[in-house]
């Protein structure tokens, strides 16, 4: 994916080799198609570049809330990067686009070799 252009704000601050080592893998989204489900295990990150996704709470008695909107500006999964193993929240998208996805443990293994340094990915 060299010189590749990014729409999404976080995958534009990775540097070359990051995105190298990601392995990202392009990924068509269809209105209501579902990212997580609760209490399954969150296998990939997801950096949108075009369209919008909804995080939802589920109550007890089966209604729903909004609780989060994701779009270019920010990245599916990323709780799984601080330790959560199954998701707690509903997330499918609203609008269609499509986006990148890579495997959680390439990500954390990226995450781990840049903790502490100051400049980004």
């Not at 540097?15 to 990202?24: D, G, M, V």
């Not at 609760?38 to 909804?54: D, T």
């Not at 499509?98 to 400049?119: I, N, P, T, V």
Request: glycine fraction near 10%; aromatic fraction near 10%.
């Amino acid at each position: 994916m060299p010189d590749q252009t990014f729409n999404n704000t976080l995958l534009k601050r990775f540097n070359a080799q990051s995105i190298e080592r990601l392995q990202l893998k392009s990924v068509q989204f269809a209105v209501g198609q579902p990212i997580e489900e609760i209490g399954e295990p969150i296998a990939n990150l997801y950096f949108l570049e075009e369209g919008m996704a909804s995080m939802t709470v589920t109550f007890e008695n089966g209604r729903q809330v909004e609780v989060g909107m994701f779009g270019f500006e920010s990245v599916i999964g990323a709780s799984a990067l601080m330790g959560t193993k199954h998701s707690l929240n509903r997330i499918y998208t609203q609008v269609a686009g499509w986006g990148y996805a890579c495997k959680l443990e390439r990500a954390q293994e990226e995450f781990k070799k840049s903790a502490g340094r100051s400049a980004p990915l």
